[in-house]
């Protein structure tokens, strides 16, 4: 009997107090089955493990800044009408902005109880004045309201008095309402009075981290908690107050919300999703429908953050243009040095979808246009137009790469020499051009006006190829181009050609991203003219002229000789006979 009381006993204890559960420095560790049935105060934080399971049929409430952490296979159960309550929790209320009366922001209060006149005293939050803001109070024009807290005379009347606010953004904060009466004063924090169209504002004492399972059912109740969850929530027939918005940080996470109400929050958004987030939320059409407060809070936002799209090169410069949940979609960006361009509009985030508090979607549709996408393959003279995709659909990838799309990938057929087996001669000889025959293929699906340089294999140095060699190559063809190669060393040699790959690729040097690359000849033999095979031919037709310009000369100097000669002779015939005579 002892024996069965004993064991009675322990297992009141084990599902009664959270402090049964592994303790480490301060923590409440759960890492088994374990079940909460009495009120409790607690002050700690509390890690459930990958094997723990905490189910919370009592009410639970945290009196000091604490986090509940679930690890993935972890689970946290609230059932049979039980509470998870922070005591310090998000009091004040701020504006959402807007101005006409159906929708402007309002507290409502209790004059209905009190006898007389009262005198309302609205007092702001701590650093957000009053100025510039305005206070409307039935048929009565605004009154603009001023410091740090406003009175206003509020006449008897038979029901409660709405007040409506406005001012810049959202302003006013209001952090609680005094109302001085003929039977004393009463003071409310904000939003413990009814309101309509306004945010929470103000910091949760208590946040779930969650990796594992949050189930909140049976009629339980989240009181100003900051959720976070990255795997699977369940909400059914249960109450989330002050709460939200619940965030689901992946897009492996899940949210199911039936029988439910939801009211509280501090965005203009119950929950916020990642782009593929399961969001299942109840309709009245099935009877699961759940009950928000106002039209003016939607169900859920989802976000993307650091969208990237990729590009081959830098300096792309394309813009988005469609319809964004919020609006007009119109961005205008370029690609950075790294080839990618962060997408954003708010902060490191887009709105990609709302689910309204109608009950209606909107989601973004839009497109992605190429403005200028140019490189060395590609320049506005050549003719060829921007590479990239004319129009391609905005996605909710977190990563859209576009580096294949409508851009050329250049490849080498074949390389070689061209070698004249017509001639007795099996070698090439130094000095002497030799044809090159080079085939290139294009198979991207845009044209590429690209050169190609070539290099001796064996050395390294520099071919004597004539120059760069310019090729225009259209999609889906292969071109064959012909060049020569002169070279002055003798031995085997190859001929390795590479094609100059655009500077403004990402790591052009290494880049592979429009293909290109090299390619080598079969290594041939160069040889010097032997002396063997020296012609004399030019040599003697040289020394010809010289003896025939040799004997010209002769013969000419030869003749004025003999001229000069048959002139004295002839002088001195004509002499003798003249003495003769005489």
Known sequence: MKTGFASILMILVFFTAPTVADNHQGDIII??????????????NIHITNEGKLTISSSITFSSTSTIIIDQGGELRLIGSSELISEKRATSLKTLGIVDEQNRSKIIIPSSIHNGDMNVIIMSEEGAGLNGSKVYLGDMEPVLMSGMNFSLNVPETQGDTVLGFTGYGDFPIIKSIILETETGNFEYKANELPYQNMLLHGDNGLTINSA??????ENSTLHGVNVISSSEMIIKEGV?????????TSDDASLIIQNSEISGSKEDHYVQSQPLTNIE????????AVSIKGNLIDRWERIISDQVIIFDSEGVHFSITGNSPNG?????????????SVINTQGNSRVIEIGWANGEVTTENAVISIIEYRTAWNIESSGINNYGPMNFELTWDKEIDLTSINVPNIE????????????????????VSQQISAILANRGSASANLYFDCNITETGMSADIGGYQNVVIDAGEEVEVYFGWRNNEPGTLSLTC??????????????QAFGGGTMSTEPVLWEEISDESFNMIPILIVIIIIMISAGVYFVHNLSKNAEETAEILDNYNKSTKNEEEN
């Open 412 to 431: 080498w057929v074949a390389l070689t020499v061209n070698i004249d087996n017509s001639t007795s001669e099996e070698n090439l000889q130094t000095g």
């Open 498 to 511: 590479e094609v100059l790959t655009p500077t403004q690729l990402i790591d052009y040097e290494n880049s």
């Open 328 to 340: 007009a979609l119109d961005i205008s960006k370029y690609s950075g040095s790294d080839g990618k």
């Open 31 to 44: 890492d088994e089955i374990v079940e909460w049935t009495t009120d409790q105060e607690i002050n700690q």
């Open 281 to 288: 939320w109840g309709t009245s059409e099935d009877s699961t």
């Open 240 to 248: 989330i107050k002050d709460s939200c918005p619940i965030i689901l």
């Open 212 to 217: 594992g399972k949050i189930e909140i059912i």
